[in-house]
């Protein structure tokens, strides 16, 4: 499994990025893949996560309406569109995967796609920094 994220910098307030992950080497169908981050002296926080094999996808009330996760199956990468950012969301930004659970012939979520311990693997972060 790879997970690469890039596209982190540093930003002003208000501004906005866009973030991608490139990833390989697991069976999209089977996983979730998600967007979170850890702010200085924080625990790992959920930001949003798409399903592969539904395209549902998932947001933490905290960052609703500010960021959007989308994908491009051909390049097999997904992105996180940042937008009004504030300095509280400086931080260094993840792309994780998780396993689904499978029963009744189908994948389903099993476990909270907006929790960090939810998360099986996870690529190297990309530091994003808010100044004021």
């Known amino acids: 499994v790879q997970l690469q994220a890039s596209g982190g910098g540093l930003v002003q307030s208000g501004g906005s990025v866009r973030l991608s992950c490139k990833y390989s080497g697991f069976t999209l169908n089977s996983y979730a893949i998600g967007w979170l981050r850890q702010a200085p002296g924080k625990a790992r926080e959920g930001l949003s996560s798409i399903t592969f094999n539904d395209g549902r996808s998932y947001y933490a009330e905290s960052v609703k309406g500010r960021f959007t996760m989308s994908r491009d199956d051909a390049e097999n990468t997904v992105y996180l569109q940042m937008s009004n950012l504030k300095p509280e969301d400086t931080a260094v930004y993840y792309c994780?995967?998780?396993?689904?659970?499978?029963?009744?012939?189908?994948?389903?979520?099993?476990?909270?796609?907006?929790?960090?311990?939810?998360?099986?693997?996870w690529g190297r972060g990309t530091q994003v920094t808010v100044s004021s």
């Open positions: 994780a995967i998780s396993e689904l659970q499978y029963y009744s012939g189908s994948y389903h979520l099993g476990r909270d796609p907006l929790t960090a311990s939810s998360y099986d693997k």
